[in-house]
């Protein structure tokens, strides 16, 4: 019998332009959740109470790159975690986010917000807290 105790996988997750549906596909494995609890042990995840990333072995990303603060969540996991896997349509090849960001952006914003009902004298928004958006949805693979 096998006594060496394995020294078990850590992992982190994060979502960055994403809708945590990938997230929610990691939870639909239901009880084989405890068979991978066996192997691995988490860090700071969406599933988990755990506030500062520690170093880990894999890093988990559903989203793409559209933003300023998506940059800067992607360089501080990367820097914590030793292999990189982006996950789902999102971070692979932008998803549903990636195509929002298109050359027709102004104009969907003017239509949105200064166009549609009830919005006819809305402004675009541009408060200094919100990250500014990225003149194109990057993939995830690149880092
Ligand atoms: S690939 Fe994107 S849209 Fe699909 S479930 Fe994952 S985060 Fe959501």
């Excluded at 501080?76 to 952006?105: D, H, V």
């Excluded at 200064?114 to 995830?140: F, K, M, Q, T």
């Amino acid at each position: 019998m096998d006594t060496a105790v394995r020294k078990k996988v850590r992992v982190a997750t994060t979502s960055l332009a994403g809708c945590f549906g990938c997230h929610m596909s990691l939870l639909d494995i239901d009880e084989r959740l405890f068979d991978l609890l066996e192997l691995i042990e988490f860090d700071r995840t969406p599933l988990t109470d755990i506030k500062v990333l520690g170093k880990c072995d894999v890093g988990i990303i559903e989203g793409g790159l559209c933003n300023a603060e998506n940059v800067h969540v992607l360089r501080e996991f990367r820097s914590q975690c030793n292999i990189l896997i982006a996950i789902g349509a999102c971070a692979i090849n932008g998803g549903p986010a990636g195509t929002a960001q298109s050359p027709e952006l102004p104009l969907i914003l003017e239509e949105v917000y200064h166009s549609s009902v009830g919005l006819a004298n809305g402004l675009i928004p541009n408060d200094p807290e919100l990250p500014l958006p990225l003149a194109r949805c990057a993939r995830c693979m690149r880092w």
